[in-house]
Every structure is written in C-alpha cells, then in structure tokens.
C-alpha cells in the first residue's frame, strides 16, 4: 500500500491531482490529510509494514491541525530510520523547498512538483508489476542518471586521451566551478582558478559558495558545470548562473559559460532554461576547444544597468513552500519597508534572514532592484557566516510585522 501524507487537498489539485483522480487508484492509495485519521494503533502498524511506501510532504505536521507531540523532524528521522532498517519498506520526503532529487535504495527526496507529476507514471508501472522510485524521481526516463554518468565518464575519457591542456595567456582571470567528486572534469586550462567545490545543490548552498568565492577576487570570465548535485539531470548548473547574476559581487555581471555534455533540446523544459536567454549566459560544449574559444572570445560585460530587465526573462514563479501568496506579499513588503526606512534587514524579527538566500527572492529583489546597500564590512561578516555558520539565522530585534496584513 502506498501512502501519502500531504495536508494540503489544494496542492494536490494545483498538481492535477484530484479525489477524482486519486479515486481510480484507491486500491493502491491511501490519501492521508490529518494526523487525526492514523492516530490510532491500528492504523500505525498499517503503515509502518512491510512493502508499503510512504510519501511524506515534510511539513505535514507543521500545520495547526496537525500538531504532534514530538517535532517535525524528529518524526522525520524515525521514519528515516525505520526505512533504513526495513529494505521492505519505502519512505519519500517531498517538499517545495527542495530543487533537486536524491535516491539512496529505499529513501528518496524530491520536489513537490516532481512528486505529482511522475506519480501516476509510478503507479502505472508498479500497478503493472514494476516496483521502481526511479520512476517517481525520474518519470519516463527512469534510466536518465546511469546514461548521463556515462556520458560523464565517456566526455572525461575524450578529455584526457585525445588533448593536452592549455595555458591561459594575455593575463585573463579566469574561474573554472569545480565539483566534490573527483571523476568531474580534468583540469584542461592551465592558469585558471579552479574553485567553489560544487558538493551541494541547496540554494543555501550556491548563495554560501558564491559568497565565498566571488566576492573578493574579480575575474573576467566564469564556468560552471550544467551537472552536478545528487541527481546530474536536475541541471543545476542554470540555476547556479541565476544565483550568480541575483547575488550582489564584483563578479555579478561577468560572462559565465556553462559547460556541458547535454544539447540544449534536452534541457528545453527546464525551470531556469530561460537563463540561457539572458545576456552574456552561454552552453558551451564539454571539449578543450569549446573552452579554448570561450575564453579567448571577445565578450562585453553585461551592464549593471541592464541587470533587472535581463533577469525579468527568467519569470520564476512563487515556490511551492509559500504558504500562500499573502505570505510572499507580507515577507516582500517587509523587506522593502527595511529598505526604505534604510534598516539592517539583520534587525527585523519579521523577516525570515534564509529567504535572502532563497533564489526566488533574490530575483525578486534584482529584477525590481531593490537590493540593501552591503557595507565592506557586513560583507567581511557575510563571508565569514558562508564559510563556518551556514544556516545560521540572525535573532532580529525590530519587529515590521504588525504592519503587514
């Protein structure tokens, strides 16, 4: 039996998926809204059985009508745990804060969007004897990761048999994005920076890296792989590129290649595809002459002022984790009411400080340029939080809420 644990019907629906929808799977499914519908003993050991799956939206008992004794995650950590020593037993976290797609056996996270849109891809196939979260992670193209591995290998092998590297001449300050793994990319260019270590795909994650890395040094070029992360096919080399250009730094507005072993036709339906048609962002192929030209091509830097109307194309739209629009509003009019009134945004306690590293709002604030003058030493502070405290949330001490409906 496959359970899901979503308390919102309307996100259900938003996805497509209807009661009516759900009803022609009730003998696979059982829908769980409130906690007060498997409170009873009974309905625990249902659950928490062998061959069932669970797919836990990971706020679900973060909803006032669903509170629990214990908190949130540690609910989280007890199903992890139970499905890591049960291999019979299944469990999926799914959320909108996630952006990207982690299987390890028997446990999984995804988005939330991901979730229902392959969901009755999954069900088909397990309906028809084929019992595969990859399906649910990856829809159709349940293979995608071992074939994008492979061409990994294969581009790598390419690299370092058939070339030698080359030097950087005429004094170019040039950035090559490295990630953890070490089977990822050759270093093919002598004389450039390889740097950043792209071992995470959390926006926290890419805002902490850039503000590592891109704030001191200037550089006239940057490249970043189209894959990396837990899962190759989330592309999130495109939503690193948005990162770079809504993240305020001396290399904001620089040309920044994305080099990949992927034709544009196979990332067409991305979320961030549009950033592709931004200025001065490019897909470079994955070979030593497509950096070779990259780099010794003539290109202007994108002008400052040109920024909001150049990230507008990318048209992101509000992330599932918002409770509401009323909330992106009240969180929006909080940060520009701070801004107006020239108030660390650190000081106010009704602005959540890790939605400044979430992407969605820091497109909003470059598209409407409405960024926060950043002193030289709050940067300094910024860096230093990047690179030993991530995560951290800064305790406010003006509260701007009651002034938002």
């Not at 591995?149 to 090559?176: G, M, Q």
Request: glycine share 2%.
């Amino acid at each position: 039996m496959i359970y899901i644990f979503d308390d919102k019907k309307n996100r259900q629906v938003s996805y497509g998926w209807t009661e009516e929808k759900f009803s022609t799977y009730n003998e696979f499914i059982t829908i769980i809204h409130k906690y007060e519908d498997v409170r009873d003993d009974l309905s625990r050991k249902k659950i928490f059985s062998h061959e069932n799956l669970i797919l836990f939206h990971e706020s679900f008992f973060d909803a006032d009508f669903n509170k629990h004794y214990k908190e949130t995650i540690d609910i989280r950590r007890e199903l992890y745990e139970f499905a890591q020593d049960t291999p019979t037993f299944s469990v999926v976290f799914f959320s909108g804060s996630k952006s990207s797609r982690i299987l390890n056996t028997n446990i999984a996270y995804l988005p939330v969007s991901i979730l229902y849109q392959n969901l009755e891809i999954f069900l088909d196939n397990t309906i028809n004897g084929v019992f595969d979260l990859k399906y649910l992670l990856y829809g159709n193209s349940p293979n995608i990761e071992k074939s994008l591995v492979e061409k990994l290998l294969s581009s790598n092998s390419s690299l370092l048999n058939s070339h030698s590297p080359f030097s950087i001449t005429d004094n170019l300050k040039v950035l090559i994005a490295t990630t953890a793994s070490s089977n990822r990319l050759p270093r093919i260019v002598i004389g450039a920076d390889y740097k950043m270590n792209l071992s995470g795909e959390r926006d926290l994650d890419l805002h902490n890296l850039i503000i590592s890395n891109l704030l001191d040094q200037e550089y006239d070029k940057i490249f970043i792989p189209l894959c990396f992360g837990y899962s190759l096919s989330d592309f999130n080399g495109l939503r690193l590129a948005a990162h770079i250009r809504c993240t305020s730094s001396i290399n904001q507005c620089k040309p920044i290649f994305i080099y990949s072993f992927n034709k544009i036709e196979e990332i067409l339906n991305h979320d961030y595809f549009n950033v592709l048609k931004t200025e001065n962002i490019k897909l470079i192929d994955y070979s030593i002459e497509a950096f070779n030209e990259a780099i010794y091509s003539k290109t202007i830097q994108l002008n400052s002022n040109k920024l909001s109307s150049e990230m507008s194309k990318l048209d992101l739209q509000v992330p599932k984790d918002y409770e509401d629009n009323h909330s992106v509003a009240n969180e929006w009019g909080i940060y520009q009411m701070a801004r107006n009134a020239n108030i660390d945004i650190s000081e106010v306690s009704g602005f959540e400080r890790d939605k400044l590293t979430s992407l969605y709002f820091k497109w909003l604030i470059t598209k409407n340029r409405l960024d926060l003058p950043i002193s030289s030493e709050q940067q300094k502070i910024q860096k230093t939080y990047a690179e030993l405290l991530p995560g951290l949330k800064v305790l406010g001490k003006i509260d701007l809420s009651k002034f938002t409906k």
